[in-house]
């Protein structure tokens, strides 16, 4: 291990040590990952709330907003326009002051709160203070939390790429790893995600490297599957024209290739495809770019980037590949009966 490496994981380990974590007044389900870059967090977190709600749950996701610039607990809205409706006093953001995965949680769940504050327990003490929830049916979901122990968790839900899992197995800055391996050993739950694209093998392979460090944890598998195309004011339309179509694709989150992958098993014929730096924030001049290059070609990109350019001045002809989380049966039995 190198210098960079050690010197991350002794403050990790100082960093572990002196939090000391707080509890709120409803249970916690955290969603996260050991890695850097994306493993399909948010679809997941999404789809564990709308599960909650069937179940007679009130959800409510809590979530650090990675580059967002409000540094209080706000409510998270999907757009300027209600935000200039405010909420009873209610501190509220969107946009850059939220961070990108945020507002596409507010998109997506349109009547589950999503606060965003760098401290979860503030976050979740502003939701308790300001919605009027019933406590036994309030639910916290803890968006990106396997590494934030200032907050008590009841069920520690741990994503894993079936894609590239562990990276080369070193710690960041060398690696992926936010965590060691052996870290695996605090997860309740683990799942991995992505599985379409890998084949059996790698995905046995995967889970032994699991059973060395946490042969108690139920195993998981999910997929993302590709249901709709939707434009910038929420209309759909059917994910079956993407077949043998022509298209300018352009994303701007961490794993460019994985969403190149889906558009291409749908059929699509991908004549250009943009990448974007991972939270990359859009200028007209972006749009106005992609427009030109795209040279009247259909222009997909991923729902994380259209929440992001939905207020800029877009062609007709851009759409949003809408993702679902496609989860093992079983998986939401365990994950609610454990609570």
Known sequence: MGLLSVLYLFGLT???LIVKPKRLASKVISVGNLTLGGTGKTPAVIAIAEEAKKRGLHPCVLTRGYKGKSKGPCFVVSSPHLQSRGQGGINICTGIDA???PVLLAFRL???PVIKCADRYKGGQFAISNFKFQISNLIFILDDGFQHWALHRDIDILLIDATNPFGNEKLFPEGRLREPLSSMKRANIIVLTKTDLADKETISVIDKKIKQYN???PVFTASHKSV???????????IDTLKDRKIYAFSGIANGD?????LTAGGADIVRFKSFMDHHIYRQRDMDIIKTEAAGLDIITTEKDLVKIRELCLTENLFALRIEFEIDSGFYDKLFNAL
């Open 14 to 16: 100082c960093r572990k």
């Open 258 to 262: 994985y969403f190149r992958g889906i």
């Open 228 to 238: 709709a195309l939707i434009n910038a004011s929420g209309e759909s339309a059917d």
């Open 215 to 217: 042969p108690e944890a």
């Open 99 to 101: 961070g990108d995965e």
């Open 110 to 112: 349109k009547d589950v």
